[in-house]
C-alpha cells in the first residue's frame, strides 16, 4: 500500500487483488520511460463488439454487453492510464498498464524513501516469456536524474485529457504548437517545499527562522 505522500499515487492506495494491456503491450526485453503525469485509476471490460469499456468504478453487476465465454468468465481490469516518454519511440504515449506486477513493481519505487515520486527517475520494465504461462515482468528504476530537455520540448506541443479515456470517442492526447501548458505542468515534479507543505512539514524558510528563546518582555511590567 501507498501510505506516504505521493503526487503520482493516492495515499492508501493499494493494487487490488487478482490477475492480470494505449502503449500496453510491453514487447520483449526493456522497455524505458518517464512517468510524466500522475497516474488515472479505473475498471475496464472488453464488450460484445471487441472494444474496451472503461469505468472508474468496478462494476457492482456484468453489464449485458460483456463478452464472456466458459474460458473467460466476467472478469474486469483494474488499470493505471499516464503520459510517459517512452525513449525507443522517441515521443510521448498515452501509457497504460494492467499488469498486477508492473503496477506493484513501480507502486514499491513510490513508497521507497529512496525514490519516491516516478516523475524523478526513468523506469525499465523487463519482459521475458511470451505466452500466458511464461511471461514475466520485473520493474527497475534508473538513477534520479532532471527531465530531458528534448521531453520538455515535445510537451510543450501535447495536450493531454486523461480523464478522456472514460468517455467513448475522446481524443485522450492531442498534439499542437503550444498546446501542453498543463501536460507540462505535470510532468515537472513538485519543489522541496512544496512536497513538505503536501506533508504537513514546515517549508525551508520556516525551518530556517530562528525561534524565539523567550516571550518579549514589555519593561512597564517590570516592578522595579
Known amino acids: 500500500m501507498n501510505d506516504r505522500y505521493s503526487p503520482i499515487l493516492p495515499k492508501g492506495y493499494e ?3 487478482g490477475e492480470s494491456n494505449f502503449f500496453n503491450k510491453f514487447p520483449v526485453g526493456n522497455t524505458r520511460f518517464r512517468m510524466l503525469s500522475p497516474v488515472t485509476l479505473g475498471w475496464r471490460y472488453w464488450n460484445l463488439e471487441n472494444r474496451p469499456v472503461y469505468s472508474r468504478d468496478k462494476w457492482a453487476v456484468q453489464p ?23 525513449y525507443d519511440l522517441e515521443s510521448i504515449q498515452v501509457m497504460q498498464v494492467t499488469q498486477k506486477k508492473i503496477m506493484k513493481g513501480i507502486e514499491s519505487l513510490l513508497d521507497n524513501e529512496k525514490w519516491g515520486d516516478s516523475r524523478t527517475f526513468d523506469l525499465i520494465v523487463e519482459r521475458v516469456g511470451t505466452s500466458m504461462n511464461d511471461t514475466d515482468y520485473r520493474v527497475l ?3 534520479p536524474t532532471p527531465i530531458a530537455v528534448d521531453i520538455i520540448a515535445a510537451l510543450k506541443d501535447v ?18 504548437p503550444g498546446a501542453g501548458t498543463a501536460a507540462l505542468e505535470a510532468a515537472l515534479p513538485p519543489t522541496a517545499d512544496q512536497q513538505r507543505i503536501a506533508n504537513g512539514e514546515p517549508t525551508a524558510e520556516e525551518l530556517a527562522r530562528p525561534a524565539s528563546s523567550e516571550e518579549e518582555v514589555n519593561v512597564n511590567d517590570i516592578p522595579f
Request: glycine share 4%; aromatic share 12%.
Open 64 to 86: 449485458p454487453d460483456a463478452k464472456v465465454d466458459e474460458e473467460n468468465p466476467w472478469a474486469p481490469q483494474h488499470f493505471w492510464v499516464f503520459v510517459a516518454w517512452i
Open 15 to 17: 493494487v487490488p487483488a
Open 141 to 143: 528504476p534508473g538513477p
Open 159 to 176: 495536450s493531454v485529457q486523461l480523464d478522456n479515456i472514460f468517455t467513448p470517442d475522446q481524443h485522450i492526447l492531442t498534439v499542437g
